[in-house]
DNA sequence: CCGAAGGGTTGACATATATCAATTGATTTG
DNA sequence: CAAATCAATTGATATATGTCAACCCTTCGG
């Protein structure tokens, strides 16, 4: 693994205050893997055998059931994923693909627990960052269950929008297709809540969104830090 | 707080692996109060003052936003709430009330913190419960993205069975309005997919639940224990 | 340049779910 | 006991969302 890799993964929250050798002994059972767009990292159900880290390119963690299939998040450099797996050494929830070509690395989870009942600063990390995963899904399941499409949509722009820096014009960094999944609806569907959110003001261009209206928006959105503020 | 409270609090995973010494001091800052129902323990929003222990009774965690409410979930003896707000210092993302006469004991948040702080065992066990709490919470998620309505209440009664006993014949654990929130649909229709599972040999009298058709019920629901089993 | 493939869009339609209003039935309370 | 509540149900209807098919448009490879 190149030194900058290696630091930058060392600056992780959930790796930056344990000690050196532990840190050292978590990397060097770890192995580091290109891998081209779209393959099938991990299937939900199979043992978590290892914890990833996305260290360039981005992964979809996704889910199935009786034949349909839905985003649950995407991961972005640098972060984790399935660390409750990892930890409570269960089947994994859920499914994960790379979305592009992706560089990933790979730390034994046996290793994970071994440290964690050694170092407690790394211990004390887990459980901010699972306590910070736990919220994110809470607030996701509150976006579900009291909004509309629609207002899902109008929301995760104005989250995007603040994201890319807060003007006007930005990016969506999703494929539409899976931003539709991620949004809990049909491809289809969000083609037409784009539709709908023109009279408050949104124009959309391919994947560049426009917010003309930021008033308007806003007040159709009503956003709220207790579903759409990241951070808290 | 009577000694054998004290004694099942102490059994709590949570709590049972760490030094007497820290748990008594935790339980020293503690108190425990007797609540009637229909009282709002917590509002969403702020700050995580306590960390809460159902000792009896039942505690509904609901959010609201724009003038609709959800039911999160039910907490019923013995366990904890709000252990991720708590941990972080961040303002509770639900509310709770208590759905009957309840009896709660309340911990102060820092208390909790300094001695995650300083007790290992404790903070491991912490992990253990997040990524237990996280894990359901995925689980949930798929159930409301993947499922239908109908789908989502006849899995929702094989596990209320499994939970029952097992036995053909057995009593919901809900109000049925409730149910619907949880179950994320409104009274209306929680009364017509009753229905719906009339012909799966699902009989509804009141709270009583009877499953006439075990096979068939399961071959509609198609069970899966990445959402339904909520032990791993 | 052409044609294939795939994402995105659109329209027509089907289904799922919510809403509203009215009624029933059980439970509580004076 | 009777009145008052409130949960549960039911029917009628509206709205939201999914499905299917067709088409457009871009991209990519021959």
Chains 1, 2 share one sequence.
């Not at 889910?63 to 972060?79: D, F, H, L, Q, Y």
């Not at 949509?153 to 297709?177: I, P, S």
Request: overall charge neutral; aromatic content about 8%; some cysteine.
């Amino acid at each position: 693994m190149p030194d900058s890799e290696y630091r930058d993964i060392r600056k992780l929250d959930l790796f930056t205050h344990m000690a050196d050798d532990n840190f050292t002994s978590l990397m060097r059972g770890a192995y580091v893997q290109n891998f081209p767009a779209q393959i099938e990292l991990i299937t939900e159900g199979e043992p978590s055998d290892f914890l990833h880290i996305v260290i360039s390119g981005s992964v979809d963690l996704f889910s199935s059931w009786n034949g349909r299939e839905t985003s649950m998040a995407t991961v972005r450099p640098i972060s984790t994923f399935i660390l409750a797996a990892t930890i409570k050494d269960a089947p994994y929830l859920m499914s994960a693909r790379t979305l592009e070509k992706s560089r990933i690395a790979l730390i034994p989870s046996q290793d994970v627990r071994a440290i964690f009942d050694v170092d407690s600063n790394f211990a004390r990390a887990i459980v901010t960052e699972l306590a910070q995963c736990y919220r994110s899904v809470i607030k996701a399941q509150k976006d579900l269950k009291l909004r509309t499409s629609l207002e899902r949509l109008a929301n995760y722009l104005l989250r995007q929008q603040r994201h890319a820096g807060g003007g006007a014009a930005f990016e969506l960094d999703f494929e539409k297709r899976r931003l539709a999944s991620v949004l809990g609806m049909t491809p289809e569907n969000l083609s037409r809540a784009f539709k709908g959110l023109q009279p408050y003001g949104v124009t959309v261009t391919g994947t560049r969104i426009s917010i003309d209206n930021q008033a308007d928006l806003e007040r159709f959105a009503k956003p709220n830090p207790l579903i759409d503020d990241f951070s808290t």
